[in-house]
């Protein structure tokens, strides 16, 4: 892969390549930026399944009102995916 900022061809592939010594030592501040967004992604990212998970199942165990909060819910999902994905290529 290279470097998305200054093109450069990195060494190797690592799903955490923002933590690579290129990013650390050329690019410190873009490096501890991603790396807060991946964090607090994924903070939220996993309430938020949950909140996802039990909303679908009170849906499908007793329907009714249940559809409104599922819906809710998967909207507010696929919103907080947007605006993340859309801040991390900004
Ligand atoms: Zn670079």
């Given at each position: 892969m290279r470097c998305t900022i200054c093109r450069e061809k990195l060494p190797h592939n690592t799903p955490?390549?923002?933590?690579q010594s290129h990013y650390q030592s050329l690019h410190a501040d873009y490096a501890r930026s991603i790396g807060r967004w991946y964090r607090n992604f994924f903070a939220l990212l996993g309430p938020f399944l949950l909140a996802l998970i039990l909303a679908e199942y009170l849906w499908f165990s007793y329907g009714g009102f249940y559809v409104v909060i599922a819906g809710a819910t998967i909207i507010l999902f696929i919103a907080f995916c947007i605006y993340e994905i859309d801040y991390l290529l900004r």
């Amino acid at each position: 892969m290279r470097c998305t900022i200054c093109r450069e061809k990195l060494p190797h592939n690592t799903p955490r390549w923002w933590r690579q010594s290129h990013y650390q030592s050329l690019h410190a501040d873009y490096a501890r930026s991603i790396g807060r967004w991946y964090r607090n992604f994924f903070a939220l990212l996993g309430p938020f399944l949950l909140a996802l998970i039990l909303a679908e199942y009170l849906w499908f165990s007793y329907g009714g009102f249940y559809v409104v909060i599922a819906g809710a819910t998967i909207i507010l999902f696929i919103a907080f995916c947007i605006y993340e994905i859309d801040y991390l290529l900004r």
